[in-house]
């Protein structure tokens, strides 16, 4: 299994989403490396198709999709839950999307 986060320095909150992760692979009892992909220009953020800070790939796969847009760019990304909104994922709901 191949886990990115794809981010950007100026919205830091992929740090907690790269904590969170290792700390769901541990308590499921799987082992994958978690690579870390700055994503560093809006032409790169159109490249990768990139809707923001950070975005969890499990091979290739945004573990939480998004419609399909014209305005790739360097973002913030929010994540919608039933309960609120978080700029990270938290520990249960990443649990809910494991490939």
């Given at each position: 299994m191949k886990?990115?986060?794809?981010?950007?320095d100026s919205c830091p909150t992929y740090r907690v989403?790269?904590?969170?992760?290792?700390q769901v692979l541990a308590e499921e009892g799987l082992e994958a490396d978690i690579e870390?992909?700055?994503?560093n220009s809006d032409e790169e953020?159109?490249?990768?198709?990139?809707?923001g800070s950070p975005t969890i790939r499990v091979d290739g796969?945004?573990?939480f999709p998004t419609p399909e847009r014209e305005d790739w760019r360097l973002v913030c990304r929010v994540y919608t839950t039933p309960d609120t909104k978080y700029a990270y994922?938290?520990?249960?709901?990443?649990k809910d999307y494991k490939a």
């Amino acid at each position: 299994m191949k886990i990115e986060i794809l981010h950007f320095d100026s919205c830091p909150t992929y740090r907690v989403t790269g904590e969170t992760l290792r700390q769901v692979l541990a308590e499921e009892g799987l082992e994958a490396d978690i690579e870390l992909v700055a994503v560093n220009s809006d032409e790169e953020a159109r490249r990768l198709r990139f809707p923001g800070s950070p975005t969890i790939r499990v091979d290739g796969r945004d573990l939480f999709p998004t419609p399909e847009r014209e305005d790739w760019r360097l973002v913030c990304r929010v994540y919608t839950t039933p309960d609120t909104k978080y700029a990270y994922i938290m520990a249960h709901y990443a649990k809910d999307y494991k490939a």
